[in-house]
């Protein structure tokens, strides 16, 4: 975290977990207790606590592959009309195509053709279902998908 | 990964125990599941009142085993929390899964 | 955090926030969800809550004499018989006297003598109180203070 | 810090409306008490029910204000909920502050 005049009223807090799914369910609580704790409503906190372990997910299996012994930080900033959530990793950097290709649309589905249902890919589109924003940045090593939810207060 | 079995009749009720089906929990649930199915059991009710967080992993793996199981008339799920229920609501598998409030209904749906 | 095996099965995350007080009731907060979905009692959670915020406290405000912008690093880490936080800073470190002057003591009061009750002074005594054990380290300029509490299930 | 207040008599009832009295709510809550004290209310009542959080620092800041006031004839505390008077307990501040659970009592016994 930078040193910084806060110019702009914001709470932060950062959390970090090593690169191991068994731990992924502690930022989910957490996560889940700090948006009911601003307060949000307990469904806007349970999905912002899905948007984050779907990140958190992606990290641990994509850019760590699986890896253990890395770590996934989780950076959270409340400010007085939106929350911020960095889901940040030091492993292989997604392909821009995976943000752009991800639109709502692949939720869509045929109910009808069980064959041709994904059992996978649907961790970005949730995502860019519930969330304002969605961004993704690699700067010296470092991923960080960023997540923005305004707050109607 | 929990789970609580029982018969009734010719379907096979499987209670989750777990309260979070993530990416965690999922491949061990597809396993279990799966070896319920191998082991000759076709027709299953999964009952979530329990689970109160499932992420796409969890829902990736239930995909799975409705399609091992021969779909929806094979496989009912139900007591769902409504938080989960919503999130099979955004990711369109309230359409996919033949979905009840109470166990006894799935049964019904099942047995005819 | 260290690479390593699990030989013993154990849940981590570390939370951190900057050295600024308005930000330790989000430790507050996080440290009580973590506890009371181990499940501990409302009762044990609150005072764990209670002992890692003075601990937090204390370096922001003798570690780092208040002064912004460093970093306090909590580390939560739940093994199947105990309950691990580290809080740590990388300020001035504490004299060992602090540590083992401490006793429970402090607490007893003369509580007929207002002018001798003490306004300061109760953060150490109150996490010994509450804590199975507390102990501090200083290594390469990173202070700990480490505390335990069992868990009986 | 936020509080709230009103006339009962003789005597002024102050009621926090943070949920926490801690190290950052401390000064500010010293202050504003220090400022009903100086403005000439003797006789205060503090009602804590909303607050569910006092660490130390808080304690020691509602020991300030307790001088300030000259004692417990002058002040009184009601309210508290069930984890912070447990804290009161541990640092036996239960003995030192007149505590009351309904704040009509705590108000009464100014009062006399
Ligand atoms: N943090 C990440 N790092 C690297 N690649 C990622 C990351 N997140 C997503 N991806 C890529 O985008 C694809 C789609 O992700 P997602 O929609 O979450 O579905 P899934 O994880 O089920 O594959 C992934 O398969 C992966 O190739
Ligand atoms: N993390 C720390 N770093 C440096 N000094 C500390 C730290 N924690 C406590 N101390 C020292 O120990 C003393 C007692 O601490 P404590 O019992 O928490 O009471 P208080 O914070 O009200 O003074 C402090 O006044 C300070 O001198």
Redesign the interface.
Same mark, same amino acid.
Do not use: C, I, P, Y
């Given at each position: 975290m930078q040193i910084e005049d806060r110019k702009e009223r914001y709470k932060r807090i950062k959390l970090v977990i090593a690169s191991n799914l068994e731990d992924v369910s502690l930022i989910g609580i957490v996560i889940n207790k700090l948006c009911s704790s601003i307060p949000l409503s307990d469904t806007d906190s349970y999905q912002i606590e899905l948007c984050v372990v779907e990140a958190v997910n992606n990290s641990i299996e994509h850019a760590y592959g699986n890896e253990k012994g890395h770590e996934v930080e989780v950076i959270f900033t409340l400010y007085p009309d939106r929350l911020i959530v960095d889901v940040c990793d030091t492993g292989k950097p997604m392909d821009q195509e995976c943000m752009e290709q991800k639109d709502v649309s692949p939720l869509e589905i045929d109910s009808n053709d069980l064959d041709n249902i994904a059992e996978q890919g649907r961790g970005l589109p949730i995502i860019k279902a519930i969330m304002d924003s969605m961004t993704y940045k690699t700067q010296s090593g470092k991923n960080c998908l960023t997540l923005k939810k305004n707050i109607w207060s | 990964m929990q789970v609580e079995d029982r018969k009734e009749g010719d379907v096979l009720v499987v209670k989750v125990l777990n309260k !979070?089906l993530?990416?965690?929990a999922a491949n061990d649930f597809k396993e279990k599941m799966t070896e319920y199915i191998n082991n000759g059991s076709p027709l299953i009710v999964l009952n979530m009142s329990d689970v109160d967080?499932v992420?796409?992993?969890g829902? #990736?793996?239930m995909?799975?085993v409705? +399609?091992l199981s021969g #779909?929806?008339g094979q496989l009912a799920v139900c007591g769902t929390t409504?938080?989960v229920a !919503?999130?099979f609501k955004?990711? !369109?598998m309230n +359409?996919?899964f033949s979905m009840f409030e109470e166990e006894s209904e799935a049964i019904d749906a099942l047995s005819q």
């Open positions: - | !979070r993530d990416a965690q967080f992420d796409s992993s829902l #990736g793996a995909v799975s409705l +399609k #779909g929806d409504e938080r !919503r999130m955004l990711t !369109r +359409k996919v």
